[in-house]
């Protein structure tokens, strides 16, 4: 009788489902990488713009990294909207968040994507 017969389907290819799954997740790594490094140099070539905003709403969202150590972030968003009524909702650190106010008015720095800073009117 032959021995490898006698071993299960499963356990003769396993070697290969782990190295499969491997390469699974290091290209959905790699394309995230990837994604967030395109977005960075769009926004790198985007003009710096300044325009006149209220804030009109705030968010947050809370995420989890997909490592071996869990750890649990806060990720915070606000939506501006400009004179000519167009919205936009950038991505904050958590200090910028909390000092702005739905309704506050002020100066709206953003390149592409990116917020750079609001500075409130007096």
């Not at 499963?10 to 394309?31: N, Q």
């Not at 209220?54 to 490592?67: G, I, N, P, Q």
């Not at 917020?115 to 409130?120: D, Q």
């Amino acid at each position: 009788m032959n021995a490898i017969a006698e071993v299960p389907f499963f356990i003769r290819f396993y070697p290969y489902i782990i190295a499969v799954l491997c390469v699974a997740l290091g290209a959905l790594y790699l394309a995230a990488f990837l994604k967030k490094q395109r977005q960075k140099r769009a926004d790198d070539r985007s003009p710096k713009r300044s325009t006149e905003a209220v804030v009109m709403a705030k968010r947050e969202e809370l995420a989890h990294t997909d490592t071996a150590v869990n750890r649990i972030y806060t990720q915070y968003f606000v939506t501006f909207e400009d004179l000519a009524g167009n919205r936009t909702e950038v991505s904050v650190t958590g200090r910028e968040y909390g000092m702005l106010a739905e309704g506050d008015r002020g100066q709206l720095s953003i390149q592409g994507s990116r917020f750079l800073g609001f500075e409130r009117f007096r």
